[in-house]
């Protein structure tokens, strides 16, 4: 039976035409599937579906995601990550973790691009109330400065080449910080990812930040994420925000580096490639 499912263009080429039309005859697809975004029920055959190619050096992993979670799209993670998506959808347990109310853990990872030295970022996940409305967000603060490429000298340039890529200072936390378009976050199998930044010549995004190992959202930041197709991203020198063991000391920490002019922020779109 045919399905209602979204074949891309760059799914299609990576899968080729033969599988593509064996998915959108029925053939190959699922009838029911769990979101890959946000983790609950679908049907292919009720309701609009995105196919979602995860792709690795060697290996690829096609998932289906409800088409107002995420488009259909080729995303690019590493094997490490494939895995544990085929771990986690096969239903062999990953480590367990408590379910919290606070920020996710800082995590190391790498900064590509719009910091071209490689640095250790901390990434902290939590939920950010704005003007009576719950917001997912993430906040990203080094663990050292971030150098200029060719500069030796002493100085941080992490925001001036966060604003160069086009986020905005943040004067307070009131509003809502403007879109980003062209940068994403991924935000699959119920997990944080990726942030990703426009490739270069108008390719493919390519991660920005890529978790070592992807992050747990609880259900709340997760269902703040997908009602808003968004997540709001701040960003602030080393020294500046630290490690909160709370949302409200995270917010208590990102007000005071807003009134200190050391903070940046922007909306940036659910896997928006």
Not at 42 to 67: I, M, P, R
Not at 110 to 124: D, F, H, N, S, Y
Not at 166 to 182: C, E, K, R, T
């Amino acid at each position: 039976m045919p399905r209602m499912l979204d074949v891309s263009d760059d799914v299609r080429a990576e899968i080729g035409d033969e599988e593509a039309d064996r998915l959108l005859a029925g053939d190959n697809a699922p009838g029911s599937y769990d979101c890959t975004s946000c983790r609950t029920p679908g049907d292919t055959g009720q309701e609009h579906t995105s196919t979602v190619l995860f792709v690795g050096d060697e290996t690829a992993v096609l998932a289906f995601a409800h088409a107002g979670c995420l488009p259909s799209q080729v995303v690019r993670v590493t094997d490490e990550q494939l895995q544990g998506a085929v771990r986690q959808a096969g239903g062999v347990p990953e480590q367990a973790q408590a379910p919290s109310a606070a920020p996710a853990p800082a995590v190391d990872a790498r900064a590509a691009q719009a910091a071209p030295e490689q640095a250790v970022l901390g990434v902290t996940s939590g939920l950010v109330l704005i003007n009576g409305e719950l917001h997912a967000a993430i906040v990203v603060e080094p663990t050292s400065a971030i150098a200029r490429p060719g500069n030796t000298g002493p100085g941080d340039e992490f925001l001036p080449l966060l604003t160069e890529q086009g986020f905005q200072p943040v004067a307070d936390l009131n509003q809502v910080p403007p879109v980003l378009h062209g940068w994403s976050v991924l935000l699959a199998m119920g997990q944080l990812h990726a942030v990703l930044q426009p490739g270069v010549g108008g390719g493919a995004p390519v991660a920005w930040w890529q978790a070592h190992r992807p992050l747990q959202a609880t259900d709340g930041w997760r269902t703040a994420a997908n009602k808003n197709q968004q997540v709001l991203m701040f960003a602030a020198p080393v020294g500046s925000i630290g490690r909160q063991p709370r949302e409200d000391l995270l917010r208590g920490a990102l007000d005071r580096a807003a009134s200190n002019g050391v903070l940046v922020g922007a909306a940036l779109p659910l896997a928006g490639i």
